[in-house]
């Protein structure tokens, strides 16, 4: 196999991949295409190629008209922050501030990277079918989120050609930046501290890698601290219209419970509704736990209290992730955990 060359100056080309690999342009465009298969290049061929690209540090790309910022194109960087219709989008201001100020300083050097942002979006389950995604032909960098068993699935099975990092997913050969998976009991213990005892989980379909750890590890820590699992109220998606109506089916059915803990702070504000429109008052009745993906959180009537980690701590770790990886093409994934945050309002105050 032979011995990919050193990273040549300026931007890295298909021809400098091809040298460094000894083998045909040709091959390099199919492989980094992502349409090996079709070519009948063999796997070792494929794996030689993609080694040399990322050791070399190669990048799609991108049209430059696209790209036209008054900078030189081999340094311009298209992020993509990617993420499911069904979900928040507050993330993707605190990704945008990151990356602003992981800038500043460093437009006096002529030889900086410059960034532009956009948001791409899917239908969860669906990440496979992005255009561009394989092939790099829209974006050469990308941080996604939000993606569910299946997204989650196909990326384990995917070569990306541009660096990327996962937020909230722990998927291998990818550096991802994830909560602390004690998030969900963490919130069943706030809420045994307000004392409350009938207990319930609000989550909903389709589920992801965090709802399901939320959700698992309040159920585990509420049973060991009471000797009985919590009930579960199931939506039939994450929006906060689904959960209103699965909080309101709840209650319709004459179950009752006194603290309730819903894995987005979507959900809750659903559950707001159903509980204010049953005449429960919050926290008097039922106390109210989210997770704090909502920056309006803490203007909710009333304000509420949130167990989860800071989305600019996810912004700033996920930004930092993925300029390491440009500017050390080849360097091994991290995984970077962040903290609990907790912030308690007037939802888990006993009236």
Same mark, same amino acid.
Not at 165 to 183: F, H, K, W
């Given at each position: ?87 928040? #989008? @507050?993330? +993707? ?6 990356? *602003?100020?992981?800038?500043? /300083?460093?437009?006096? =050097? ?127 998606? #994450? @929006?906060? +219209? ?6 309101? *089916?709840?209650?319709?059915? /004459?179950?009752?419970? =006194? ?93």
């Amino acid at each position: 196999m032979p011995k990919p060359q050193r990273k040549p100056a300026g931007r890295v080309t298909v021809r400098d991949v091809a040298k460094g690999a000894g083998v045909s342009v040709g091959a390099v465009s199919s492989v980094l295409s992502n349409r090996h298969v079709e070519r009948r290049i063999s796997m070792e061929t494929v794996e030689n190629i993609r080694a040399v690209a990322l050791k070399l540090g190669y990048l799609p790309n991108i049209s430059a008209r696209r790209l036209r910022s008054g900078t030189s194109q081999k340094h311009n960087i298209l992020i993509a922050f990617v993420t499911s219709y069904e979900a928040p #989008l @507050s993330l +993707a201001s605190h990704l945008i501030y990151s990356l *602003r100020q992981s800038m500043i /300083g460093r437009r006096q =050097d002529p030889e900086a990277m410059s960034f532009s942002l956009m948001v791409e979006m899917f239908s969860a389950g669906q990440l496979k079918d992005m255009p561009g995604l394989l092939t790099g032909d829209h974006f050469n960098a990308a941080i996604i989120t939000n993606t569910t068993p299946e997204d989650d699935l196909f990326l384990s099975r995917a070569h990306l050609p541009f660096p990327v990092v996962l937020v909230n997913r722990a998927i291998p050969r990818y550096s991802c930046v994830v909560e602390d998976p004690t998030v969900g009991g963490r919130a069943g213990a706030t809420l045994l501290r307000s004392k409350r005892r009938n207990l319930a989980v609000l989550h909903g379909r389709p589920i992801t890698q965090t709802t399901a750890e939320r959700t698992g590890n309040f159920i585990r820590s509420v049973t060991e601290q009471l000797g009985r699992p919590p009930l579960e109220i199931i939506a039939d998606n #994450l @929006s906060e +219209a689904a959960a209103a109506e699965a909080m309101a *089916r709840f209650l319709k059915r /004459g179950d009752k419970i =006194d603290g309730l803990y819903a894995v987005t702070d979507g959900m809750a504000l659903g559950a707001y509704h159903a509980l204010k429109g049953y005449g429960l008052e919050i926290p008097r009745d039922v106390a109210v736990v989210g997770t704090g993906d909502y920056d309006i959180s803490g203007f909710f009537d009333p304000p509420l209290s949130v167990v989860g980690v800071e989305r600019s701590k996810l912004g700033e770790e996920a930004c930092r992730l993925l300029l390491r990886q440009l500017e050390q093409p080849g360097v091994a994934p991290l995984k970077v955990e962040i903290p609990v945050h907790i912030i308690l309002r007037a939802s888990t105050e006993r009236g």
